[in-house]
């Protein structure tokens, strides 16, 4: 209890705390009723006006605009603000769910490009969890009194750890570059090992090295050949599995 005093109540971090743990209850609870429904059992089902499947993102927008303004004018103490947190909380779990949607414009929310949603919500979650144990971005939380008092070294520590997670995007190592923008070395690692062979860093630095294209491209396959079946299963475990193709196809017929 005295930890969460010190380090939860006292810096104004209850807000924060309560729209994590809505935002990934949200997520959780509506990936369990879209399988539901999905699977023909409970008594969900899709929500429609004038034969518009109207997604639930719609809903999560409402939310989030509602608990984000009213988060703004509540301040960080008191139950309005921690009532603000919850519903922003809800409306990000709600749209991030469909964050795959928004981004194609489709609705692949049961193929292989839905499974962005899933990521993206891990992510946020990661993100957020980070923030609340004492992370800050760009890494600047340990500075001591003196460091705090030189405004140089502060902005030279906070444009060098900009700049590593810029390098480690450009290099195609988008999780690590936003990791990389809250924790300093994982920025750093990302930055100084071989770009994705796709990346904008690789086609234009790997342009006239033939052995950089293939030490990197090797690097990827085995990189991919890794991680990504552990990955895929994890996002299907928690997200749901994709529809067969050959039954999105039929469907399209």
């Known amino acids: 209890m005295g930890w969460f005093e010190r380090n939860i109540m ?13 935002f990934v209850l949200t997520f959780l609870i509506t990936r369990v009723i879209t399988r539901l429904i999905r699977a023909g059992k409970g008594p969900f089902g899709n929500v429609s006006s004038g034969g518009v499947h109207v997604h639930h993102v719609v809903p999560g927008v409402i939310l989030t605009i509602v608990g984000g303004f009213g988060a703004v004018a509540g301040g960080q103490y008191g139950f309005g603000s921690a009532l603000a947190a919850v519903i922003f909380g809800i409306g990000a779990g709600l749209v991030l769910d469909e964050f795959a949607l928004v981004l194609h414009l489709a609705d692949v929310y049961w193929t292989p490009d839905g499974r962005k949603s899933v990521e993206m919500v891990v992510l946020t979650a990661s993100l957020v969890g980070l923030l609340l144990i004492g992370f800050s971005p760009l890494g600047v939380n340990d500075l001591n009194e003196d460091q705090q008092q030189n405004r140089a070294v502060a902005l030279v520590t906070v444009l060098a750890n900009f700049l590593l997670a810029l390098i480690a995007l450009f290099k195609g190592k988008v999780r690590l570059a936003v990791l990389g923008a809250i924790i300093p070395l994982v920025a ?26 293939a ?18 299963a994890f996002h299907d475990w928690l997200g749901g599995a994709p529809d067969p193709e050959p039954a999105r196809s039929l469907e399209r017929r």
């Open 10 to 22: 006292e810096p104004g971090k209850l807000p924060l705390l309560l729209a994590l743990v809505s």
């Open 188 to 213: 750093l690692v990302a930055a100084l090992r071989l770009a994705r062979p796709t990346s904008p860093w690789a086609r234009r630095f790997y342009r006239n090295r033939p052995r950089a294209r």
């Open 215 to 232: 030490k990197s491209a090797l690097r990827s396959y085995h990189h991919d050949r890794r991680w990504v079946a552990p990955s895929r």
